[in-house]
């Protein structure tokens, strides 16, 4: 049977590569730079020429389809996924790195309808990588397929991480105490490629072993999540269920403070530990809004495996 997204997919591809172009180009010129939520969350005017032109290239040929891009929802659009088929766009992921020309800058361009992700695409464009996954049918880089790590024993792992942008001595504070936790597991080492979506591209890749995150959007990882769930990973909550993290606040399992006083990140620290006598890691906290009373802000945490199981080991 013909795949009905496969057009779509194409064109996905072709349209990441072209974005591709146009980031290499303007890394030629001056980049004039803008902040959004902190002062170090950058944006720039190529990071909006890119969602621009993806959405129109896309509108021109799927006019029905939806969309949630980084930049449009930073201008005010609602973040929604309904069930109708939707481009989940981040036209630069890494845009720090783009400013300062490190060399780990992707086009992620994930395709979700009936709330599900049926294929997802990473362009490194920096690297000349093009990760691609198609539900059911693998992820692959450059056309080779990919398959995740198989180590199993976290202490002979490398572990994926950002710092985020978010500055809150209390949000900085609880990524130093999961960090020193992680670090004296202890792990091999701890790494950061400055964009989720090339993290996820490396599990997927095999180059480390798992990645967590505090606080990213759905856009950071929607992509992401498919290619690592097509190379053999999971996507795995606290409770060592599988979790959808393009979903926001589908599965929460934690929040932020509870009575005792204890956080997600202290909970999340704790079942790595736990975890870490299988093998490990992802997870996800969405960003916690300015002026959200966190008390109430329910979390979700997620957990990415190297390997694919049926039955997750009880935590
Ligand atoms: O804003 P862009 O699209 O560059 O994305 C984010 C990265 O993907 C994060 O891993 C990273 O930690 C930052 O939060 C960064 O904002
Ligand atoms: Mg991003």
Known sequence: MADLWQSAMDHA???ARKAGETIREALLNDR????????????????????KMIIQSVKER???HRFIGEESVAAGEASNLTTAPTWIIDPIDGTTNFVHAFPFVAVSIGFAVNSQVEFGVVY?????KMYTARRGKG????????????????????????????????VVENIFS?????LCIPVHGVRGAGTAAVNMCLVASGSVEAYYEIGIHVWDVAAGSLIVTEAGGVLMDVEGKNAKPWLPNTRPVGRNRDATGSNPVSQATKQIVKISKTTLIVFFFPRIAKGVDTTETVHEISVTL??????????
């Not at 056309?143 to 198989?150: F, I, K, N, R």
């Not at 999961?178 to 992680?182: D, F, G, P, T, V």
């Open 139 to 170: 992820a692959f880089c450059n056309g080779e397929p990919l398959q995740v790590s198989d180590q199993t024993d976290v202490k002979q792992s490398i572990i994926a991480t950002e710092f985020g942008s978010s500055r809150d001595p209390e």
């Open 13 to 15: 591809v072709a349209i």
């Open 32 to 51: 004039k730079v803008t902040t959004k939520s902190s002062s170090v969350d950058l944006v720039t005017q190529t990071d909006q020429k890119v969602e």
């Open 62 to 64: 799927f006019p029905a």
């Open 124 to 128: 490194s464009c920096l690297e000349d």
């Open 178 to 182: 999961s960090l020193r936790k992680i």
């Open 306 to 315: 190297p390997r694919k199981t049926e039955n997750h080991p009880e935590f």
